[in-house]
Structure formats: structure tokens, C-alpha cells
């Protein structure tokens, strides 16, 4: 059966089955109607289910460049480069994803995710400001979702 659907739903189903290697849309909305009634347990209870999608755009606008500017490219100001490491440290803290699963949305070794969480997380200890930003957009994010915080 065909159904006609959104852009934005066609976006979401397509980054979804290739972030998670699935064959088509069908397999990506069983996988989420089978999450969403517990059949497939989440790593931990107190990580939230967000699409990388989201964290990326938000982190993505706070610094006013483009998706594609944090997730692709060898060349990139140094602005870019901190939205970059900034998003995939934000992407961790509130899905807790593995370096892997953010490495494949990203299409980077788990060993590059790894390194770009570590400098975040050392740069926050020595820069509240960093810190503020970070904790500002976790929040921002988490809210977009469940608007009452719950």
C-alpha cells in the first residue's frame, strides 16, 4: 500500500534506516513501534531516545551554520569545528549511544568520536562558559521533546 507522507517524515525515515543500516521505511517504523512499546530495551533507562537529527540541528543553529557543516567535510573554521565536537559530546550525554552508533551518523571511527567527546569533556572543566553552553543546549534540546521537562 502507498501513502503519501511529508518531506520531513520521508527525511527522518530515510537518515533513520541508513543511520541504523535497515533495507526500507518499514523495517525503520517497526523498529520504533517495537521500541515505543518496550519490546526493544533501551541501553539505559535514564537516556533519552532523541534522533541524532535533532541534537545536530539544535547544536547547528545555536552556532548559525548548516547540518552538513557539523556532520561532513574535511574543511572547517575553527567554529565549526567546536559545533562538531560539541554536538556528537551533547549527542552522547543524552542518548548514551555508543561511539559506534554516533560514528555511523556521522561516518567517522568510534576512535574519532572518542577523541572529539575527551577534548569537550576536558575543555569543560577548564571553561564554565563551555559549560553553560553545553548544559544550555541539553536542556533546549531534552525540552523540544517533552515540553514539561518530564
Known amino acids: 500500500m502507498q501513502i503519501e507522507i511529508s518531506d520531513t517524515l520521508y527525511e527522518w525515515l530515510e537518515s533513520s534506516r541508513k543511520m541504523?543500516?535497515?533495507?526500507n521505511h518499514e523495517e525503520v517504523l517497526l523498529f520504533y513501534v517495537h521500541r515505543y512499546m518496550g519490546l526493544v530495551k533501551m541501553r539505559d533507562?535514564?537516556?533519552?531516545?532523541?534522533?541524532?537529527e535533532?541534537?545536530?540541528n539544535t547544536v547547528a543553529n545555536h552556532y548559525e551554520i548548516t547540518l552538513s557543516e557539523i556532520t561532513v567535510g574535511k574543511k572547517m573554521s575553527?567554529?565549526?569545528a567546536e559545533a562538531r565536537y560539541v554536538s556528537r559530546y551533547v549527542a552522547k550525554q543524552i542518548t548514551g549511544c555508543t561511539?559506534?552508533?554516533l560514528g555511523r551518523f556521522v561516518k567517522l571511527d568510534q576512535s574519532t568520536i572518542s577523541h572529539s567527546i575527551a577534548v569537550i569533556?576536558?575543555?569543560i572543566k577548564e571553561d564554565s562558559s563551555l559549560q553553560?553552553?553545553?548544559?544550555?543546549?541539553?536542556k533546549q534540546i531534552t525540552e523540544q521533546?517533552?515540553?514539561?521537562?518530564n
Open 145 to 149: 521533546v517533552t515540553p514539561n521537562g
Open 54 to 56: 535533532i541534537i545536530f
Open 132 to 138: 553553560r553552553l553545553v548544559a544550555s543546549l541539553i
Open 20 to 23: 541504523f543500516e535497515f533495507s
Open 78 to 80: 575553527k567554529k565549526q
Open 121 to 123: 569533556e576536558q575543555r
Open 45 to 52: 533507562s535514564k537516556k533519552m531516545d532523541i534522533p541524532f
Open 99 to 101: 561511539n559506534s552508533d
